[in-house]
């Protein structure tokens, strides 16, 4: 049976990739095979594409082309690691997926959503998320994370973004949660990390029912 895919989204500094690594824990805590991984990057070539994109080297070349790499990136990660994954009933969770390529290229960089819908159909096909979990935060609450997070390091490409940009990313997703309610829950992530981590769990638990699912016996072998 194929394993789930879950999938974070969010703006900046919502703290997507913590989030993402204590639910990888708690549901492999049931025995089930489970991947943690994330966007850009999560294949060895894809992470190469990370480096590049996130150095801002392809921003000159502008959001369409900006577009084109993620989704060069996406189509090596699905490729060599999310669909295998899931063919072997693994529980594959994933730090950012094509919705980011919807809301940062397409909302905020104004990027054809003609052309995103295409490429979207071609690379990540019936490869869809079973649940997208949106963390929401306002965008200065964001931003100011994120700082603190970097302490003295420099901003990638899209942290040095102005707020203006910022909050397009937050109405996009606030947009994109109520457009696909079946798909996506938008979680409050104002709170605590631990009211956040269990509003998140009590989701997970209900759409997708970790207790039942069936264990890939693999993953025990010595
Ligand atoms: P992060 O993994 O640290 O959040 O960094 C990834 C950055 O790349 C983040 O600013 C969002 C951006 N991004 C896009 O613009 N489009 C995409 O399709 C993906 C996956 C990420």
Same mark, same amino acid.
């Given at each position: ?20 690594? @204590? ?11 489970? =991947? =943690? ?23 000159? =070349? ?23 994954? @899931? ?47 949106? =963390? ?49 829950? @938008?979680?409050?992530?104002t709170s605590s990390k631990?009211?956040?981590?269990e509003q998140i769990w ?18 025990f072998k010595v």
């Amino acid at each position: 049976m194929r394993g789930r895919f879950i999938t974070f989204e969010g703006g900046e500094g919502t703290g997507k990739s913590t989030h993402a690594s @204590l639910l990888a824990q708690r549901i492999k805590s049931f025995g089930i095979g489970t =991947l =943690l991984t994330r966007e850009p990057g999560g294949s060895p070539g894809a992470e190469v594409m990370r480096y590049v994109l996130l150095s801002g080297a392809v921003r000159p =070349l502008g959001a369409e082309a900006e577009a084109v790499v993620f989704a060069a990136a996406r189509d090596d990660h699905l490729t060599t690691m999310i669909r295998p994954a @899931l063919e072997r009933g693994k529980w594959v969770v994933c730090d950012r997926f094509a919705d980011s390529t919807r809301i940062y290229q397409g909302v905020a960089g104004k990027v054809d959503p003609l052309a995103i819908k295409a490429m979207e159909r071609i690379i990540v096909g019936d490869t869809k998320p079973d649940l997208t979990l949106i =963390l929401d935060v306002p965008a200065k609450e964001g931003m100011k994370r994120a700082a603190e997070r970097r302490g003295s390091g420099s901003t990638d490409r899209f942290e040095g973004e102005a707020l203006s940009f910022h909050e397009k990313l937050r109405d996009g997703f606030l947009t994109l949660a109520a457009n696909e309610p079946d798909r996506c829950v @938008l979680i409050d992530a104002t709170s605590s990390k631990e009211q956040v981590a269990e509003q998140i769990w009590r989701v997970v638990s209900k759409k997708l029912d970790p207790a039942s699912a069936p264990i890939a016996f693999e993953d025990f072998k010595v």
